[in-house]
């Protein structure tokens, strides 16, 4: 009989596959701090689409830029097939379901980095703005939405729950800096309030027929920024995103991948 986990847990040890898992949080740290010049921009009057797609993109308007975006994109596939293959080792449900959805999710973005390589990338809040506006025309394409919203609440809830109360440091290593915990804290936070808000947005944009709410993290902070004091949210946000960034770039060293 084969052992699957067994083999499972081979391919995930073997040392350069876990360099190029590591390679995928650096790649996911450098994507977010772009996010987050993205929305410093837009809290002094600049456009952009704030979101991953936005980051691919200014990452591959710099010279050598393709180039990079084939290398993210490598680094975020095998940190999804690496969460992928730990969901297959993990024996708790909860664990399984969590890995599984932050592999698929890696995995995306891989793909829309490679598209982005080759020349075709496009504006996600334009991709979700145009699958919103078809699944409007039904009911049952309003209640997929609403269960979307729900997703993404209870995503961005469960951030803010990771970063406030330290459980992130679980997935390091002991030996780490005196950074890592103040740029998990209010990195996890930061990305947990955009994710509730666009999940809020999408509930919105369901009740009231309008798919451009309904277009992701791009929505929701422009919609905080249209707030009152929105420069200084914008700001604000920008520095929790790019806290993120800076954890996701150390994680990349420290990460307990064992």
Request: glycine fraction near 12%; proline fraction near 1%; charged fraction near 15%.
């Amino acid at each position: 009989m084969v052992d699957t986990k067994g083999a499972v847990r081979n391919a995930a040890d073997n040392e350069w596959f876990e360099r190029a898992a590591r390679a995928g949080f650096a790649a996911s740290g450098v994507l977010h701090l772009l996010l987050a010049w993205i929305v410093l921009r837009l809290a002094f009057g600049d456009a952009g689409n704030a979101d991953q797609s936005g980051a691919l993109a200014q990452l591959g308007s710099q010279t050598g830029g393709a180039i990079m975006l084939w290398l993210a994109a490598a680094g975020l596939a095998a940190l999804g097939l690496w969460h992928l293959a730990e969901a297959v080792v993990e024996k708790d449900a909860k664990d399984k379901v969590k890995a599984v959805a932050v592999g698929v999710v890696n995995i995306a973005l891989a793909v829309s980095a490679a598209r982005f390589a080759m020349g075709g990338g496009q504006s996600s809040g334009q991709q979700n703005a145009g699958m919103s506006a078809q699944l409007m025309q039904s009911a049952w394409g309003k209640a997929v939405l609403i269960v979307v919203a729900l997703v993404l609440i209870g995503v961005g809830g469960y951030h803010v729950y990771k970063g406030a109360t330290k459980r992130f440091e679980k997935e390091l290593t002991r030996s780490r800096g005196s950074v890592v915990t103040p740029a998990g804290i209010i990195g996890y936070v930061a990305k947990g309030l955009v994710l509730a808000g666009a999940g809020i947005l999408v509930i919105v944009a369901t009740v009231t027929s309008d798919p451009a709410k309904a277009s992701g993290i791009d929505a929701a902070v422009k919609t905080l920024g249209a707030a009152p004091f929105g420069r200084i949210l914008l700001v604000l946000a920008a520095v929790g995103i790019a806290a993120y960034g800076v954890f996701s770039l150390i994680r990349s060293r420290y990460a307990d991948m064992s």
